[in-house]
């Protein structure tokens, strides 16, 4: 028997649960990559963050989106990220965007892996301080906290994603935006973000 309306779970829950293989995957990619291991296998990984937040970006004028997120023009790393590269004199990379034909509901998909990635970034922003003497003003820009904490902006975000603006009619396709979202960043640490060899 299904689930009442009434016990379903939140669209934040379903989300978090049914793409946590990919969200997995995700992780084991970044660890083969060890981008803080130089700053040369680091430049790989801005390429990786500039190229998915060029297709973040892209969606958050899409129509309906600021309907539900009501800062989503606030949100968005793609020029911090081509400032890092240009900090460290590094090529910015040229592809074709991937989000030109992701409308809404997908599009909230997507902004999902992106705004939950803003919350991993407070310890990758410890590693390219630690370990490459960058920092929030110098390239590692893409890593920053928004304005006012990590924190805030997820709990905001993902109340935005559970409020009964969003209907649970949608919440499929939601989910099915954020799977391609993780295929699409995963895709792009196998292309730009070679694996580091391990110290001996």
């Not at 049914?18 to 992780?27: D, K, P, R, W």
């Not at 020029?79 to 965007?97: F, G, I, K, N, T």
């Not at 705004?115 to 410890?126: P, V």
Request: hydrophobic letters at 45%; charged letters at 20%; a negative charge.
């Amino acid at each position: 028997m299904s689930a009442s309306p009434a016990h379903a779970p939140l669209l934040s829950q379903r989300l978090k649960h049914e793409t946590e293989a990919l969200h997995l995957q995700m992780h084991d990619l970044m660890e083969q990559a060890r981008p803080f291991s130089s700053r040369m296998h680091y430049a790989g990984f801005l390429a990786v963050q500039y190229l998915f937040q060029r297709d973040i970006e892209h969606l958050l004028d899409r129509p309906g989106i600021q309907q539900v997120i009501h800062d989503a023009a606030l949100r968005g790393r793609e020029h911090d990220a081509l400032r890092d590269l240009q900090d460290l004199d590094m090529p910015v990379p040229h592809e074709s965007l991937a989000t030109c034909e992701v409308a809404m509901p997908e599009a909230l998909g997507w902004l999902y892996v992106s705004e939950g990635s803003t919350l991993g970034a407070a310890f990758l922003l410890k590693e390219a301080q630690a370990r490459l003497g960058l920092s929030s003003t110098f390239g590692a820009r893409n890593l920053s906290a928004y304005d006012g904490g990590r924190a805030n902006a997820w709990r905001r975000f993902v109340a935005a994603l559970d409020d009964e603006v969003v209907p649970s009619s949608q919440h499929d396709a939601i989910i099915e935006g954020a799977r391609a979202a993780f295929r699409r960043f995963g895709q792009l640490l196998q292309s730009y973000a070679q694996p580091a060899p391990v110290p001996a």
